[in-house]
């Protein structure tokens, strides 16, 4: 398995609009952050995970154009589905499916009516919502994938455990239940928002405290602000096998 991470930003990315904190005028590259994504390749198939604002821009600077065998949305905000029209050119490989579950299926029917109407013209994205599950496993191609029950505030949305990786973001709490099925993690990549408490977000001391208690071998932290800090300063501070994301990483777990 291989997962690039496209994106490693919050809902507004790094640098922010208008701002001029150290980490928005930093001269790193670490510290430029698109909106969260990831893509996850296996040997024979290519999954999406969440399709942002920046999809388009985070898939010029991608070196592999291909076939996508699905789309796992987390849940509706913008900052996750924003680019979903922008999947149009992969849809020469044939259609593309979405999946999630049905109170963001919804949501997405209501805001694309376009994309999902029984008579479609001739341009917009070939795409489809498959409807899944936290109660059971799915499988895109060759690889297993169960829905997790995540927490965003009081809002339920989905996290993915992916083979032998998860991936969870926006979170700010998990069922006690979920835990036990991340027993033995080769990788976890989870949000870690910023220092100070926020309402519907982990941050970086929650983050930390709860990958040790998944116990993953690697983790790795994404969805951040820049009220988090220089990346290369808040490196240094963080555990064994806990690391910050960047854009355009490649994990090979």
């Known amino acids: 398995m291989e997962i690039t991470i496209l994106g490693s930003g919050t809902s507004t990315g790094i640098p922010e609009v208008g701002c001029t904190c150290p980490v928005c005028t930093s001269s790193d590259p670490h510290d430029n952050r698109l909106r969260a994504s990831a893509l996850v390749k296996t040997k ?5 995970i ?44 044939g259609e593309v499916p979405l999946y999630t579950e049905e109170n963001t299926a919804q949501r997405l029917r209501t805001r694309m009516p376009y994309c999902f109407s029984e008579h479609k013209y001739p341009g917009i994205p070939q795409i489809s919502i498959t409807t899944v599950s936290t109660e059971s496993p799915f499988h895109i191609g060759d690889v297993e994938i169960l829905p997790l029950r995540i927490y965003h505030g009081k ?13 969870i973001t ?84």
Not at 81 to 87: E, F, H, R, S, T
Not at 157 to 165: A, D, S, T
Request: glycine fraction near 6%; charge should be negative; aromatic fraction near 8%.
């Open 44 to 48: 024979g198939t290519n999954i999406l």
């Open 170 to 253: 926006d979170m700010l709490t998990m069922p006690q239940e979920e835990y036990s099925k991340l027993k033995g993690l080769d990788c976890l990549i989870m949000n870690a928002l910023r220092i100070e408490p926020h309402l519907t977000h982990q941050t970086l001391d929650q983050a930390i405290e709860n990958a040790k208690r998944i116990g993953a071998k690697q983790t790795w932290f994404i969805h951040m602000s820049h009220h988090l800090g220089l990346h290369a300063e808040v490196e240094k501070k963080l555990p064994p096998n806990m690391h910050l994301a960047y854009d355009r990483l490649v994990i090979k777990p």
């Open 155 to 167: 809002s339920p949305i989905l996290g993915y455990k992916i083979e032998n990786m998860a991936y």
């Open 50 to 93: 969440d399709c942002g604002p920046d999809f388009r821009e985070q898939m010029l600077v991608h070196s592999k154009y291909g076939r996508l065998d699905g789309v796992l949305i987390t849940h509706e905000h913008y900052d996750h589905v924003g680019g979903i029209d922008d999947l149009r050119p992969f849809c020469r490989f």
